[in-house]
């Protein structure tokens, strides 16, 4: 794999820089951002490589080799991801490569369940993205995200699970006794069952110059991003776990961390509350509600704010936003599924399946299993699902109780 001398050439007004980090930044692959405008030697050895041309995003790579302009999959493809599976059919295909669907993946290989992962960004979901777990039962003194996330990538391995990186599932067919996966190279791969276990992600707030900051002064991770502050003034909006806990992380890095809560509490845990409340260097703000991101040559410089107690407006001048405001389930690709989904758009299961005993259509035999969706052989484990706890330990524990659930499920077809 890359080392971390893969260099990023770019500026910060340019979108495909940002494309280009943020597909390094999923994949967790390190690298070195060097911005052209900043750095006039950078600027030629550029031009030098592009015969003249001035071309950016131009990413250089450990073996000097290098690639101008080049899309997710022309990155995918040189940093040597695989995105493309060995076969067109398979037992079990999972959707999503985050704790619920790695631990499903290392149940049923072990039973020798021919089992495909597709999973779009890096392995690890969420997790891989958290600093420290400091909750997972056996590492008692907590264990790195990144690392976690390693782990369950090499256990799925080791039981010849095979699994596809960069590669985004954008749809799913049930027909007879099987299940069709589209992909967004064009693919599709069948299975007789399917488990989606593609988790969330961040909301945005969707007020006006969000997007246009994206990557370049608005972020929502921490753990990606917070080293760009070394020593600047950031702010995080929200008022949850995430919010908090990323506070705390960024104070690592920033001089000094203002957090902006609409409410007037957290809803937090108590803990990281009073962590939060009692640290130097953040400052909270209740009541406090962004209203525009505003910035300057394509770079965030300030934040437009209104207390929405008093109405009183306010300019806050800052280098960058962290955005923790709650999860969206990653379910799109099912619309024209059948698969039920809740008022959110999460997964309904089980139980909450059968209304007055009433069984949903599919399932005249048998009621569903706890992990099944209403489509028979379609099954959902972990954050995607609507009564999860959100948790990596729940996760992983959901995925291996869906893994059992498809192996008797297997039986029958
Ligand atoms: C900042 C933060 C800190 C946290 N800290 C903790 C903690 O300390 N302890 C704890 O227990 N939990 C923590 N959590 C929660 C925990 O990370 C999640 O509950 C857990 O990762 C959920 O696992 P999952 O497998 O269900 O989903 P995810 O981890 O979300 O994984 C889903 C995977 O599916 C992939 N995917 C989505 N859509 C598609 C698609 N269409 N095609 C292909 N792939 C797709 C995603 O890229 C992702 O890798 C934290 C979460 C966050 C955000």
Redesign the pocket.
């Known amino acids: 794999m890359p080392s971390e001398t893969i260099i990023v050439y770019g500026a910060h007004w340019c979108p495909d820089c940002r494309t280009s980090k943020q597909f390094l930044g ?1 994949h967790q692959i390190p690298y070195q951002w060097v911005d052209i405008e900043e750095d006039k030697m950078a600027e030629q050895r550029v031009i030098r490589k592009n015969d003249g041309k001035r071309i950016i995003p131009t990413i250089v790579f450990e073996d000097g080799t290098f690639l101008a302009e080049p899309s997710n999959a022309q990155l995918a493809e040189k940093l040597g991801l695989k995105s493309v599976a060995s076969r067109s059919h398979y037992d079990l295909i999972v ?8 631990t499903a993946a290392i149940y049923t290989a072990r039973e020798a369940i021919d089992t495909l992962v ?13 600093e ?5 039962p056996g590492f008692p003194e907590g264990v790195a ?1 990144i690392d976690f996330s390693k782990r369950l990538r090499q256990q799925a391995e080791r039981f010849g699970v095979e699994l596809l990186q960069a ?4 749809g799913l067919r049930k027909h007879d006794n099987y299940a069709g996966i589209h992909t967004a190279d064009g693919s599709t791969y069948t299975a007789k069952a399917v488990l989606i ?6 909301k945005r707030l969707g007020v006006k110059g969000e997007s246009d900051y994206m990557g370049a002064g608005v972020h929502f ?3 990606c991003d917070g080293p760009f502050y070394k020593g600047k003034q950031v702010v995080v909006i929200g008022g949850g ?2 919010a908090t ?2 506070s705390l992380l960024l104070t690592k890095f920033a001089e000094k961390v203002t957090l902006l809560v609409r409410g007037g509490e957290f809803n937090a845990t108590r803990f990281i509350q009073d962590k939060v409340l009692s640290h130097p260097k953040i400052e909270v703000r209740w009541h406090t509600e962004v209203k525009a991101f505003e910035g300057a040559a394509g770079k965030l410089k300030k934040l437009r704010v209104v207390n929405n107690q008093t109405g009183r407006e306010e300019e806050l001048t800052i280098d960058g936003a962290f955005i ?1 405001i709650g ?1 969206v389930p ?1 379910t ?2 099912l619309e024209g599924s059948g698969i039920r989904l809740d008022p959110w758009g999460f997964a309904v299961t089980g139980h909450g399946l059968l209304h007055d005993g009433e069984r949903p259509g599919g399932y005249e035999e048998r009621d569903p299993y706890m992990m099944e969706t209403s489509v028979a052989g379609i099954f959902a ?4 699902r609507d009564t ?1 706890t ?7 524990g ?2 291996g109780s869906a893994a059992l659930e498809i192996r008797e499920y297997l039986k029958t077809v």
């Open positions: 999923e959707l999503g490569g985050g704790p619920a669907g790695l597709i999973e779009r960004a890096a392995f690890g979901g969420q997790a891989a993205g958290t420290k777990l400091d909750n997972m995200g590669q985004e599932v954008t276990a593609t988790g969330s992600r961040y991770c921490a753990t776990n995430s806990e990323e923790f999860l990653n799109g690709f484990a972990g954050d995607v999860s959100k948790q990596v330990v729940s996760a992983a959901e995925g």
